[in-house]
């Protein structure tokens, strides 16, 4: 069983190619991080294997319709709009929209469990326009989680959130993919990748220049060659650490 098949995806935008030949399958419980520079392809990527960009290729998610693919998969944009001023729990509520008939009986639950997991309790009845960037960050990650879709995408989740949300985030999505289910979710920062991600698909200019374990993928060459960037190395608690030391 596949969580997602994306085939040979293609995409040119004003005639300059934008992502090349780009293949890979997602199973459930992977946590997949989408690394490269600005400009690499990341968003566009995640919005063309939705079907929401006009592409050549396939992908398992652009087959199906709105309806079923808003049931399978939920999508975090890059842009945190919030298009009018709600309480953050009828925001999160919002992600129970793709669901019908007996699954609407799930939404007190689900909405409560978002909350709780993105630590929003205390925020639930503020309105959405009055909280500061990071929380209305928190609160759109909490309306991703509340749809319980088995694939999660997610475009920089970490943007704008302090240095213990973005850990507490990341775990979020961690534990998820131990759940059961997939996430995707591109990132900037190398050293949460690596410790967090199960795997990791590294885009330069339009090509996927490498696919698997972070531990594997991030060597000196590649962080030199895709990012022009040294690193330094360590581990803590079992887990690796990675942090940028300078350009090379
Ligand atoms: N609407 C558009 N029209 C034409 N080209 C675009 C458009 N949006 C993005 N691009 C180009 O497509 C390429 C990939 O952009 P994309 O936003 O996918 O990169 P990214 O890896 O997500 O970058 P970042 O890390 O900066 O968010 C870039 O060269 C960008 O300039």
Known sequence: MTALEVEALSLTRQGERVLSDISFT?????????????????????????GLLP??????????????RARRAAFLPQARDLAWPMA???????????WTGAARSDDHRAV???????????????????????ELARALI???????????????????????????????????AREGRAVVASVHDLGLAARFCTRVLVLQEGRLVADGPPAEVL?????????????????????????????T
């Open 112 to 134: 409560a469990a978002a909350l709780t997991r993105m630590e929003l309790e205390a925020l639930a009845d503020r309105p959405a326009d009055r909280l500061s960037g990071g």
């Open 26 to 50: 997602l199973r459930p419980g992977e946590f997949l991080g989408l690394l490269g520079p600005n400009g690499a392809g990341k968003t566009t990527l995640l919005r063309a294997l939705q």
């Open 219 to 247: 060597s000196d060459s590649l962080l030199d060659q895709v990012f022009g960037l040294r690193v330094w190395r360590g581990e803590a608690g079992g887990l690796p650490l990675l942090a940028p030391i300078a350009l």
């Open 142 to 176: 909490a309306r991703l989680l509340a749809q319980e879709t088995p694939l999660l995408l997610a475009d920089e989740p970490g943007a704008g959130l302090d240095p213990a949300r973005q850990i507490s985030t990341m775990q979020v999505f961690a534990d998820l």
């Open 88 to 98: 953050v729990r009828d925001l999160v509520a919002l992600g129970r929209l793709p």
């Open 55 to 68: 592409h050549e290729g396939r992908s398992s998610l652009a087959q199906i319709s709105a309806e079923a």
